[in-house]
């Protein structure tokens, strides 16, 4: 349990801050998405994020103020990223879905 924490966490993290530093590369990226649309990778990615918190949540000895905090941070996440312009999305959410993969792994 407290891996599959964990590594959620890490993963919303480094997602924060992967989308942050893709955005603010370059001025081009910088743009923000009036659509409000999302890319397939970042669906995909908060996908396995809402995945890993509910088998988060069903072990035992989690608590709920984790959980909720993890929720949170995902939601976040979400709302910076459909901020962005598609191509950026793609971008930051692919470093997201590596980031998460690679952490997998090694679990």
Do not use: W
């Not at 950026?88 to 090694?106: E, F, H, P, V, W």
């Amino acid at each position: 349990m407290k891996k599959i924490l964990i590594l959620l966490s890490t993963v919303i993290l480094s997602g924060t801050t992967l989308a942050s530093e893709v955005k603010t590369s370059s001025l081009s990226m910088a743009k923000v998405s009036s659509s409000n649309k999302l890319a397939q990778q970042c669906q995909k990615l908060f996908n396995e994020g809402d995945k890993l918190i509910a088998e988060a949540a069903k072990q035992p000895g989690t608590h709920t103020a984790q959980v909720k905090k993890l929720q949170e941070k995902l939601s976040s996440s979400k709302q910076q990223i459909v901020k962005m312009d598609i191509p950026t999305q793609q971008k930051s959410c692919d470093k997201g879905l590596i980031a998460l993969n690679s952490i997998k792994q090694r679990y």
